[in-house]
Every structure is written in C-alpha cells, then in structure tokens.
C-alpha cells in the first residue's frame, strides 16, 4: 500500500490539478448566476448537510434566523481583525448595511452554490492523498512533503476565506483575496507536478526567457486582480439599478477596466517575445515550442472573450468562461518557467 501511494505521487497531482480547474470553472458558474449567497451559511447550507429543494422545508422566519447567525459571526470576524490592527476592515464589516440583508431560498442559486462546495469538498480530499503519496515517496523528499502539505494547508485557508465571503455577503476586496490565494494553491500543485516528474536537461536554460515570462507573470497577477475589481463594480452596478442596465455597463465602469483592458494587449505582447525567444533558443525542444504556441492561442483566446464580454454586454455565459481561461494561462505560463529553471546553467 504505502508503496503504491508513493508511485502514484505524480499522478495524484495531476488529477488534483484537473479538479481545481473544474473548481475555479464551478466558481465563475456560481459568481455569474449570483449564487453566491445561494447557502446563507457555511459549511452547512441553510443549516442542512443536504439543502432542501423547496422553500416548505425551512421555518417561516429562516432569514431572520441566517442573518443573526451571520451577524454574530461577523462580530467575532471584526474582533479579530481590530486585534490585528486591521480596523478599517473591521469597521466597514460592522457597518455595511448588506451583511444584513436576508437572502430568499432559490433552490437554483443554493444548488448551483451546494455543487461548488461538494467540488471543493472533493479537491480538499484529492490534496489531503497527494500529501499522503508524499509520505511515501522513496527515497524521501522532504520538499515535496512541505509542499504538499502547504497545498493542503492552503485549501483550507481558502475554504475559510469562502466562509467569510458568505459571512460578509461578498464584501468588496474580499474576492479579490479568494482569487489570489487560488492563484498561490494552483502554483503549489504545479510546482509539486513538476518536481515530481522528469525533466529534460539536455538543453540550457534561457535567461531571456525568464525575464518575458517573469513579466508576463507578474502583468497577469496585476490583469487578474483587475478583472476582479472590474466584476466587483459590475456586481454594485446590477445591484444599484437591476439587470436591465446591462446594456449600460461599460460605459459606466471606472479606469480600471481600461486599464484591464490595455494590459491583455501587453501580456499578448510579452507572449509574442516568449514564443521568439523559445524558437530561436529551443529549436530541437518540440515540447518547449509546443507549450508555448499554446500559451500564445490561449492568450488570444482569451482576449477574444473578453471583447466579446465588451462588446456584447457581459453575457453570463462568457463570464466563467473567461475566468477559467485566464487560470489556466496563468498555469501554463508558470509551467514554462519552472521547466526553464530546471535547464541547467549556460
């Protein structure tokens, strides 16, 4: 047994890999049907393991009752955060009329929510047996055990970030948050991946290369964090004057979005040099020029649907869709740059 767990290392990072894409898929599913606050709760939903199907199945006065229970969540949250010196935060929780809003059973919203928490459930397992298969490993490596182990620790952690979203009725600055520590678990796990695989040393690696991708990464934590504060104010626009002012949208957002909006064309063109530089560098390294053409489609791919997001209103079926791209071009390009870090020196 144990030493099966160990040979099954690499693979086991790969699946958790898969399920945390369909992960970040199922969330951009639920941000963009607003079910966000489909469970008014957390970790149960509407305080059942399994949700009810039919509003008859609650008592009468169920928002009341959420509300308080979120309330006083939010009170111990808002304690801790002053104790650490975070008192703006905590203010603006105890203050934001929204927390106190109840939210109506829709056996739509608290399904699609429901799902993306039994996925979630499910990744947080799939992690807990990588950690497993690294005990395992022969001979020991005790960096993948750290690693794994971090992953594990991660997910967690974003599991309670999820709680307090709820816990704040998605709290401006928050998402943001969730969508950065998801970037850091995804970089875990694909660097677990690739230093528990075999790598090709018989090219050196390329400092250029580096450098565009380095940049190119950095462009795209800026782009992401962005595109989230860019969905933010789109949330507060439907929110103030209803779903009919979505023809209204653009118009109406702030710089940021120009600003999300130039920089795809700066990450495109980093992607141009990368793909130059793996080419002229890598001529023979088939794989290395075969990651990097596909960086560059996913890239185009993935301005595509954003100007489709632009110029057709921000339809809810491009949303996710747009979201899971940008992830997986984040992975990828990090990939490139691990697998360029393991050449060995010119």
Known sequence: MSNWLGLNYNL???????????????GGVVRCTGSGMGCPDWPKCFGMYIP???VDQLPKNYEKIFVEGRIKKNERLSSVLSFFGLNKLSEKIKSDPEIKKGESFNVFKTWTEYINRLIGALVGLSLLFVFLCSIFLKPLNRKLILLSFLSLILVFF????GSIVVSTNLLSGLI???VIVAL??????????HL???????????????FFIVISLTLFIIQMVLGTEVRESVDELLKLYGFNFRENIIESLNSSFKIHRSFSLLI???????VVTIYLKFKTHNYFKLLSV?????????????AGMAYFSIPKILQPIHLFIAFIAFGLQFYILLLNFSLKKS
Request: net charge positive; glycine share 2%; hydrophobic share 50%.
């Open 158 to 161: 974003q599991a309670w970030v």
């Open 268 to 274: 495109l063109l980093f992607q141009i040099m990368t």
């Open 184 to 193: 850091l678990i995804i970089c875990n796990v694909i660097l677990c991946y």
């Open 52 to 54: 009810p199907t039919s």
């Open 12 to 26: 086991s990072t790969k699946i958790s890999l898969f399920l945390l894409y369909i992960l970040i898929l199922a």
């Open 294 to 306: 596909l960086m560059l489609v996913i890239i185009i791919s993935e301005i595509l649907v954003g």
């Open 196 to 210: 528990s695989s075999k790598n090709d040393n018989n090219y050196s690696r390329s400092k250029p290369l580096n």
């Open 176 to 178: 943001t948050f969730h």
